[in-house]
């Protein structure tokens, strides 16, 4: 029987989970995060490069060898069928790396792992994890930040947004909320509430 438990961290693009996983991260609770096990697959000449190569075109490879993003980002959420081509490519291989990583945390004595996916459930993570949180935020909020962070359009940041599960998927498949509208302080409350019921120890 294992020994720890797997926490799912979603919400949709702009909520605020990267924020919060930081927080997570800041108990000293270990969290995988999904963008970086992707950005390890988008390293120049990988199987999952020449896969996407495959599926999107030779363009969305730049000259070096290396994963245009930006290209790559515009053909895939250019529709909903692109979308679902570029996650059943990719997501496979993310789910192998997360197991790998689940495997050595669990070997350092991790009690409680954290998996940080905006697409959680698109890759059926949410299959292998104990409990689920997902982080919320109001539109207006999200579109906000998703184009200061990714210094893209509204329309893009709409096109981005639509392309995901509305909030109320997110609210009715998740066992804990975290409502990221407020200021950091109430963030964080919201928090360590959650994790004081995970664990001993856990949000002091």
Same mark, same amino acid.
């Given at each position: ?7 799912? *961290?979603? +919400? ?14 800041? !108990? ?16 120049? +000449? ?10 999107? +075109? ?13 290209? *790559?980002? #515009?053909? /895939? &959420? ?38 940080? /996916? ?7 993570? =949410?299959?292998?994890? !104990? ?6 935020? =109001?539109? #207006? ?8 962070? !990714?210094?893209?359009?509204? @329309?893009?940041? *709409? #096109? ?5 599960? !509305? @909030?109320? &998927?997110?609210?009715?498949? /998740? ?14 409350? #919201?928090?360590?509430?959650? *994790?004081? @019921?995970? +664990? ?5």
């Amino acid at each position: 029987m294992k020994k720890y438990r797997i926490i799912g *961290l979603t +919400g949709q693009s702009g909520a605020g989970k990267s924020t919060v996983a930081e927080f997570i991260k800041g !108990d000293g609770i270990c969290v995988i995060n999904a963008d970086l096990l992707v950005a390890r697959l988008y390293n120049s +000449g990988s199987v999952c490069i020449k896969s996407l190569s495959s599926a999107f +075109g030779a363009e969305i490879i730049n000259c070096d060898g290396s994963l245009n993003r930006p290209v *790559l980002a #515009q053909k /895939a &959420f250019s529709s909903k069928k692109n979308t679902e081509l570029l996650n059943s490519i990719v997501h496979p291989f993310v789910i192998y790396e997360f197991l790998r990583e689940i495997k050595a945390a669990a070997f350092g004595g991790a009690e409680l792992v954290v998996f940080d /996916a905006p697409q959680l459930f698109e890759c059926n993570a =949410d299959m292998i994890c !104990d409990v689920i949180i997902s982080v919320t935020a =109001d539109l #207006q909020t999200r579109i906000e930040r998703i184009c200061r962070r !990714d210094k893209i359009s509204r @329309e893009q940041a *709409l #096109q981005r947004v639509n392309a995901q599960y !509305d @909030e109320d &998927f997110f609210r009715k498949n /998740a066992d804990y909320i975290i409502n990221n509208n407020h200021e950091l302080n109430k963030t964080q409350e #919201q928090i360590k509430e959650i *994790l004081s @019921e995970l +664990g001993p120890n856990r949000g002091d």
